[in-house]
Nanobody, 116 residues
Framework: EVQLVQSGGGLVQPGGSLSVSCAASEFTLSSYTMNWVRQAAGKGLQWVARVSSTSRGSRYTYADAVKGRFTVTRDNVKNTMRLQMNNLKPEDTAVYYC???????WGQGTDVTVSS
C-alpha cells in the first residue's frame, strides 16, 4: 500500500524556520512528481511546491507566496522528501500535506503555526 508519513512542523515565531518531512513507502519518491499543499483554518487547499523528475534531473516549482523562503529537497537513499521553511510569516500557518496526486496518496498532515 502506498503510504506517506509526515513528521516535523510545530510552533515558531515570525521570521523563524521549520521543516516538515515526508517518508514514502511502497514507491520510490524520486520517480514521481510530488507536491506540498497546505490548508489554513477555514480556508481551502493551497498548492505550495512541487518537485518533478525530468530527463534533465529534478525540477522544483514554488508558489509565489513561498518562493525564496521555502525549499523542497529529496533524500533518495531514505526515500524521503522535506519542505524547509525559512523566514516564516503568520500567514504560513496551516496544516501541510505531502501529496502523490497520481496515486491519490496524502500524508496525514502536519501543523505549522507561526505566531509571536
Amino acid at each position: 500500500e502506498v503510504q506517506l508519513v509526515q513528521s516535523g512542523g510545530g510552533l515558531v515565531q515570525p521570521g523563524g524556520s521549520l521543516s516538515v518531512s515526508c517518508a514514502a513507502s511502497e514507491f520510490t519518491l524520486s520517480s514521481y512528481t510530488m507536491n506540498w499543499v497546505r490548508q489554513a483554518a477555514g480556508k481551502g487547499l493551497q498548492w505550495v511546491a512541487r518537485v518533478s523528475s525530468t530527463s534533465r534531473g529534478s525540477r522544483y516549482t514554488y508558489a509565489d507566496a513561498v518562493k525564496g523562503r521555502f525549499t523542497v529537497t529529496r533524500d533518495n537513499v531514505k526515500n524521503t522528501m522535506r519542505l524547509q521553511m525559512n523566514n516564516l510569516k503568520p500567514e504560513d500557518t496551516a496544516v501541510y500535506y505531502c501529496v502523490h496526486f497520481t496515486q491519490g496518496a496524502w500524508g496525514q498532515g502536519t501543523d505549522v503555526t507561526v505566531s509571536s
